[in-house]
């Protein structure tokens, strides 16, 4: 990743989503800061994904604004959830991996040997060297998901949203997963993830919003990891901190 970070943060003003007759995020104001590592939790029907749609500009808003600081909306990386996608798509892990570099080269081109070399460094930063030729239906599903990683890498955007990044992958793919997400914190960009392990998030994400439709809490993790906090928005007995684990494995299995 190369094309450096620029604009400022997300600012959502009094954003409300609707689905129909149904509400899914109300009144929501606050800012993912440039440069912050920002986890959005809650549970199932939360609003987290559809905020992150909003965001992209998938799905209209009800009410508000959302101002992304300068930017446009190719500077917006996109993750969604694997229960989205068709893999069935005859496609190449290399082709897929280069719909990364859309902005500059455009959908129809060719895919030039610039952008091919970039593909190959974009798998090889994901741990998949060598899977440019193969077909997305030979995939394992967290080697899949190394490659919509690899995707995003190669789009070099200042600003990453991911909808459930580490679902359905083992341990070892959301090691190396979550280590290039804070690899891109470090370098100032904006990563904005849908997470349900608590503790990883504690541990890890610099903030949290807290989402029950509306926001229970917004701002530093520690100051929205709080006891009261977790039990409005997610129903978590008021348990200190050590309990996060057990807790976030109930909340996967409703979420």
Not at 98 to 126: F, Q, Y
Not at 184 to 193: D, F, I, S
Not at 232 to 241: F, M, T, V
Request: hydrophobic fraction near 45%; proline fraction near 5%; include cysteine.
């Amino acid at each position: 990743m190369g094309r450096g970070v620029v604009g400022n943060g997300v600012k959502l003003c009094n954003v409300s989503i609707d689905y129909g007759q149904q509400s899914a995020v109300r009144n929501l104001s606050g800012e993912f800061a440039r440069g912050a590592l920002t986890a959005i939790v809650g549970a199932n029907g939360a609003g987290k994904s559809s905020l992150l749609k909003a965001i992209v500009g998938l799905v209209p808003l009800q009410s508000g604004s959302i101002e992304l600081g300068g930017l446009k909306r190719s500077d917006l990386a996109y993750l969604p959830q694997q229960s989205a996608l068709d893999r069935s798509f005859p496609l190449s892990v290399g082709d897929v991996v280069a719909l990364g570099d859309w902005c500059r080269s455009g959908w129809a081109r060719a895919i030039r040997s610039p952008v091919r070399t970039r593909v190959e460094a974009a798998l090889e930063a994901v741990g998949l060297p060598g899977f440019a030729g193969r077909t997305m239906e030979e995939l394992s599903v967290g080697q899949f998901q190394r490659v919509l990683f690899a995707r995003m890498w190669l789009q070099d955007a200042p600003v990453l949203l991911l909808d459930e990044p580490f679902a359905a992958v083992d341990e070892a793919t959301t090691r190396a997963l979550l280590s290039i997400m804070l690899a891109w914190g470090r370098q100032g960009r904006t990563v904005v993830a849908v997470l349900h392990d608590l503790r990883q998030v504690r541990d890890n994400f610099t903030h949290a919003l807290m989402l029950a439709g509306e926001a229970v809490a917004w701002g530093p993790t520690p100051d929205v990891f709080t006891p009261l906090n977790l039990e409005l928005a997610l129903g978590i007995p008021l348990l200190p901190p050590r309990h996060l684990r057990e807790h976030s494995v109930a909340l996967r299995s409703t979420a």
